[in-house]
């Protein structure tokens, strides 16, 4: 299995070049930011996981900007979102965006994406709650439209594009109906998630990997129904703190990546983490 790692980089903690550095040597496949554009002091959205948000979610590095630092010192290394909060984007520009953190890593970049938590950052981007997850549709449509190999116009219920020239294209091509990189969609399982992976995505980005045993055959099913290919379904447990159990349990299940949760925390902390899951990997 393949071990990657998510972390919320700030600007207290330890920097995006020297985790990617030390991750590609001790042999981890990849590295997830999260995003958050800000978060609204006055605020009545709860934090999901109960009690008060930690300090990092208002410190967060641009993820793309700081998953560009890291592929620039690194070969291997994956690279990827999780999640962008894709409705708080206009997509055209980050159509551009993808794209070219895709071409300039020589495809290593996976877009994970979903539909947020906090009504009031969502807000502030004009974007209204109830309509989210429609809209992240809409936004993936076009974006498709404007990574296919040849000039394709979108017309959807939030936007349009008309036919253009726009480079650089995604490195990875075209697979079933996903055009980009590599898509997984963040969420807790239920009808409406499982319609959009197997519409848009490559698979799915389950946080905290919990009830996995019981969503998969249900994903799997609403997945062959819309005709995808059984074998091509990723599912990859996402902030996952690990331990033996749990991996041996995943690897039962057919996953074949797992995102494991770092500390928020200066080069020193993370380190001694990072040796700590070391023992995870797999030998080389």
Do not use: C
Not at 12 to 26: F, G, H, K, M
Not at 56 to 70: I, M
Not at 118 to 141: I, K, Q, S, Y
Request: net charge negative; charged share 20%; glycine share 12%.
């Amino acid at each position: 299995m393949r071990i990657a790692v998510t972390i919320f980089l700030t600007d207290e903690t330890v920097t995006p070049t020297r985790l990617a550095r030390e991750l590609e040597s001790r042999g981890f496949s990849g590295l997830y930011l999260p995003e958050h554009t800000h978060i609204p002091v006055e605020r009545t959205t709860p934090y999901p996981v109960g009690g008060d948000l930690p300090r990092e979610y208002g410190r967060t590095l641009d993820p793309f900007v700081a998953l560009g630092q890291a592929a620039a010192v690194t070969e291997r290394l994956a690279l990827g979102t999780g999640i962008t909060l894709v409705a708080q984007h206009d997509p055209i520009a980050l159509a551009k965006q993808i794209a070219t953190l895709d071409h300039l890593s020589g495809g290593r970049f996976t877009l994970g994406l979903g539909f947020g938590w906090n009504v009031e950052e969502a807000a502030d981007h004009g974007v209204e709650w109830r309509g989210r997850r429609e809209l992240v549709r809409d936004w993936m449509g076009l974006m498709r439209a404007l990574w296919s190999e040849e000039p394709v116009g979108y017309e959807g219920e939030s936007g349009s594009v008309r036919p253009s020239f726009a480079f650089p294209k995604p490195a990875q091509k075209p697979r079933g109906p996903v055009v980009g990189p590599r898509t997984l969609v963040g969420g807790a399982a239920g009808p409406r998630l499982f319609a959009h992976i197997a519409e848009y995505a490559d698979g799915w980005l389950p946080i905290g990997g919990r009830g996995l045993g019981e969503s998969l055959p249900v994903l799997r099913s609403v997945w062959t129904d819309a005709g995808r290919d059984p074998a091509a379904l990723q599912v990859v447990p996402y902030a996952v703190r690990p331990t033996p159990g749990k991996l041996t349990h995943y690897a039962e299940l057919g996953v074949e990546e797992t995102v494991v949760q770092l500390p928020p925390a200066g080069e020193a902390e993370v380190l001694r983490v990072l040796d700590e899951y070391a023992g995870f990997l797999e030998p080389r």
